[in-house]
T-cell receptor
Framework: DGGITQSPKYLFRKEGQNVTLSCEQNLNHDAMYWYRQDPGQGLRLIYY???????QKGDIAEGYSVSREKKESFPLTVTSAQKNPTAFYLC????????????????FGPGTRLTVT | KQEVTQIPAALSVPEGENLVLNCSFTDSAIYNLQWFRQDPGKGLTSLLLIQSSQREQTSGRLNASLDKSSGRSTLYIAASQPGDSATYLC??????????FGQGTTLQVKP
């Protein structure tokens, strides 16, 4: 089955610890994205990658870091610098970066709920 | 700056009713508009994508329309069922290449 997997589904960490969220896709998509969702708010873009070995900051990148060493993988690290890390994190991918056509339809993974205490 | 608004925030209807969810956006220079469904604690499922040159898209009981000039889209759900209960999100993409989301409409369909 083709799709996007995120692991783990639930993650608990102590304040001050870095934590890495996994995102893998077997759709052969070039572009990948990380979003954060908080209760009552829409999704906000953290980081995105248009192609392997390249990534850019989204709207709320502070306290987060990413890497894109392989086309299939786009892990997100939530660092201790992130002031309010407890949230639902969603990874997505699209065939390519927005080109004005169907190819950028985004497909989402099941999400990881991170709780930091 | 593009802003996307969805009204109402919540909606409760009896089973079998036809319903319309609304989405408005402030900048009409969009490439596409995408409607998603999200079940509690789950990821997003793409329902329909409307390109800027299109006026509507249909999938089963769902029909989405797009009026770029007025900055509006509607998602029409025919003959609603309890299984349609979920949060529905619309999102637009423009020349920034970023998908901008509304806050969603939470739908409850009562048996």
């Amino acid at each position: 089955d083709g799709g996007i997997t995120q692991s783990p589904k639930y993650l608990f960490r102590k304040e001050g610890q870095n934590v890495t969220l996994s995102c893998e896709q077997n759709l052969n998509h070039d572009a990948m994205y990380w979003y954060r969702q908080d209760p009552g708010q829409g999704l906000r873009l953290i980081y995105y990658s248009q192609i392997v070995n390249d990534f850019q900051k989204g709207d709320i990148a502070e306290g987060y870091s990413v890497s894109r060493e392989k086309k299939e993988s786009f892990p997100l690290t939530v660092t201790s610098a992130q002031k309010n890390p407890t949230a639902f994190y969603l990874c997505a991918s699209s065939i390519e970066w927005a080109s004005g056509g169907l190819d950028y339809e985004q497909y989402f993974g099941p999400g990881t709920r991170l709780t930091v205490t | 700056k593009q802003e996307v608004t969805q009204i109402p925030a919540a909606l409760s209807v009896p089973e079998g009713e036809n319903l319309v969810l609304n989405c408005s956006f402030t900048d009409s220079a969009i490439y596409n508009l995408q409607w998603f469904r999200q079940d509690p604690g789950k990821g997003l499922t793409s329902l329909l994508l409307i390109q800027s040159s299109q006026r509507e898209q249909t999938s089963g009981r769902l029909n989405a329309s797009l009026d770029k000039s007025s900055g509006r889209s509607t998602l029409y759900i025919a003959a609603s069922q309890p299984g349609d209960s979920a949060t529905y999100l619309c999102a637009v993409i423009g020349n920034t290449g970023k998908l901008i989301f509304g806050q969603g409409t939470t739908l409850q369909v009562k048996p």
